[in-house]
C-alpha cells in the first residue's frame, strides 16, 4: 500500500467516525491535521510536486487520494450549514490546515507566533471555527479517532 493509500484510507476512516455531520467534519478535520503533520515521504512527495508544478501529476495524486473523502466532507457540511458553499468550504478545511502546517517553519523564524496549538484536535477546532463559526466545535465530540494523540 502507498503513502497516498494509506494516509487516504486514514481520512475516509476518519471522515466515517461521528454520529452527526459535525462529528465527523472534526473527526476528519483532526486526521487531516495529523497526516500532514507527520514528517517523512507523503510530505515531501506532495511539496516536491506542488512546487514543481506539474498538472498531471498534481491532477493524478488529487484524484488517487482525495475523491472520496472530500465529497463525504462536503456532504458534512452541507448537513451542518445550509447557508455554506461545501465546495469552497471543504477546499478551504484542507488549505487551512495545509498552510498552518506548512508554514510552521516560516513562522518559527518570525518574531510573532500564531499561538495557534500543535495538537491536532486544538488545531483542528481552530480550522473549523475560524471557517464554520456558527457551529460550537467545543461541544462536538469526543470523538474516537480525536483520543490517540495530543500532537
Aim: charge should be negative; charged fraction near 20%; include cysteine.
Amino acid at each position: 500500500m502507498t503513502e497516498f493509500e494509506k494516509s487516504s484510507a486514514r481520512l475516509e476512516a476518519a471522515i466515517e467516525a461521528g454520529e452527526s455531520p459535525e462529528a465527523r467534519l472534526l473527526s476528519f478535520t483532526i486526521e487531516l491535521v495529523r497526516v500532514l503533520s507527520q514528517p517523512g515521504p507523503l510530505f515531501k512527495l506532495l511539496a516536491r510536486h506542488w512546487l514543481d508544478s506539474d498538472p498531471k501529476v498534481v491532477r493524478l495524486l488529487a484524484q488517487a487520494t482525495v475523491p472520496e473523502q472530500y465529497g463525504r466532507v462536503q456532504e458534512a457540511i452541507r448537513h451542518s450549514c445550509s447557508n455554506r458553499n461545501p465546495t469552497a468550504a471543504a477546499m478551504a478545511i484542507y488549505a487551512l490546515v495545509h498552510g498552518l502546517i506548512t508554514l510552521r517553519p516560516f513562522e518559527e523564524s518570525l518574531p510573532w507566533q500564531t499561538g495557534v496549538s500543535r495538537a491536532a484536535p486544538t488545531m483542528a477546532k481552530f480550522v473549523l471555527s475560524s471557517l464554520l463559526p456558527e457551529i460550537d466545535w467545543d461541544a462536538v465530540g469526543p470523538e474516537p479517532l480525536a483520543a490517540k494523540d495530543s500532537t
